[in-house]
């Protein structure tokens, strides 16, 4: 928006210090400029500005929004922010377009709990049914059949549920309730009926080549350490979350985020060569970089766990481990796998789950008032939610739970359609990648002094 536009007899104080405001903002002055060069965007603003000027300092604002709005477009590409999309990241190397010729034999069987969530089975129907026309996967999707085909009604899906069942790609399979949120992991092994102990013996069977479930994350690891058990060699499985960086299109694999609170040596070790195979085969990373999480960069720094851990690591020339990981280099894209223990790594994962709405906060309170604080937060609202989002992780779809006998992808809680999808696209990369063939190749490995 440039001041030339307006007739000096016409230029109110308000529409000045607007104008001044604008060119001391370099972002929203760079938003207003490539509206301005859009044409019919330009043609737009020009009119609306010209036929408002003469009015009262109200109306400017008025102007003002009306040139947000005619921006907005334009304003979410100039300011896109550089955070991971976890499912733009793992679509940028997929054609979709290539599975429409696909068969149902050369399609992935993934076995679903579809009664684990918050907002089950709805949302976690729809996903499946999304990811189902996008991925070459087929889903057997478990829970109480009830409730399902009511759930669908409900929400509109029941006749693209019926179509995909007739396609055979998706499968009803029926199951007990899923085991609650507040329930103890054990409770797997009194109710075997749970849809994630139903879900799960379809992987222990063959009859499926994954799993997904957004329910009780606890429950989950039970059930699988019961059911397809652990791979020898490995002594306890870790779950490993994927972090935003700098670099929107490499995510750092933070590991263990919460299976084991209290480690040894040889546990952090494992995750580390838990997570190197991770890395390369569904994160397609050539040589991972891979750090311990620690207080400091130096060798000598940390407690005894990390010490013993350092040395472990450091004796290790198959993996490119290239040192101590603190907290302030986890987000910096340095580091494509970061071990920890599984205390350190839940809490690091919480804190990360509030950035988004702190930041938010934050620059909300520090917008300036009055009509400038208006405009400012009209220009800027709709970009920062959008953070916020992007920073959830809730939005990430899922994490491999990594060092069981087959491919179990947990999801969050709160998980709806969008981290479906993403989460089942995780699992499809993880058996077309043949994860679990070289994961069992750490079965041969010598148990390390802890």
Not at 229 to 251: C, M, N, V, Y
Request: hydrophobic share 40%.
């Amino acid at each position: 928006m440039r001041k030339d536009f307006y007739p000096k007899k016409t230029q109110s104080r308000a529409i000045r210090r607007l104008v001044i405001w604008y060119k001391r903002n370099a972002a929203v002055t760079s938003l207003v400029d490539t509206a301005t060069n859009a044409s019919n965007v330009a043609s737009n603003v020009a009119g609306n500005v010209a036929g408002n000027v003469v009015s009262s300092a109200g109306s400017v604002v008025n102007t003002a929004t009306t040139v947000v709005s005619s921006a907005s477009s334009i304003a979410r590409n100039t300011l896109q922010p550089l955070v991971f999309d976890p499912l733009k990241r793992l679509q940028n190397s997929d054609d979709t377009t290539a599975y429409e010729g696909e068969n149902n034999s050369k399609r992935i069987w993934i076995a679903v709990d579809g009664m684990g969530g918050d907002h089950a089975p709805g949302p976690i129907l729809e996903g499946c049914l999304d990811a189902i026309s996008r991925f070459p996967i087929n889903i057997k999707f478990v829970g109480q059949i009830d409730s399902i085909r009511e759930e669908a009604k409900k929400i509109g899906l029941y006749e693209s549920m019926e179509n995909e069942i007739l396609n055979n790609r998706l499968e009803l399979i029926d199951s007990g309730a899923a085991i609650g949120m507040n329930e103890e992991a054990t409770a797997v092994r009194k109710r075997k009926d749970a849809s994630i102990n139903v879900a799960m013996n379809l992987v222990k069977e063959n009859k499926a080549q994954a799993v997904y479930s957004a329910g009780n994350s606890g429950a989950l690891m039970a059930s699988a350490i019961f059911r397809v058990g652990r791979l020898k060699g490995i002594e306890r499985p870790a779950i490993g979350a994927l972090f935003p960086t700098r670099d929107q299109s490499r995510p750092v694999l933070v590991l263990d985020v919460g299976a084991n609170t209290d480690c040894k040596p040889s546990y952090l070790y494992q995750f580390a060569l838990l997570g190197n195979i991770y890395a390369k085969d569904v994160l397609q990373i050539a040589k991972p970089k891979i750090g311990l999480l620690n207080i400091g960069e130096e060798d000598c720094k940390g407690n005894e766990l990390s010490l013993k851990t350092f040395k472990l690591l450091s004796n290790n020339k198959t993996i490119n481990f290239v040192g101590n990981c603190e907290g302030r280099d986890v987000l910096t894209g340095e580091f494509d796998v970061v071990v920890c223990d599984g205390f350190t790594g839940n809490v690091l994962l919480k804190f990360l789950e509030s950035v988004g709405g702190v930041l938010l906060d934050i620059l909300r309170s520090e917008l300036p008032r009055g009509r400038r604080g208006k405009v400012g937060s009209a220009f800027l609202r709709s970009n920062l939610l959008r953070i916020k989002k992007r920073l959830d992780h809730a939005e990430h779809g899922g994490a491999l739970l990594l060092g069981v006998n087959g491919i179990c992808v947990i999801g969050h809680g709160s998980s709806k359609s969008l981290s479906v999808v993403s989460a089942l696209r995780l699992a499809h990369s993880a058996v077309s990648h043949d994860v679990m063939e070289h994961l069992t190749q750490l079965q041969n490995l010598p148990v390390s002094d802890s």
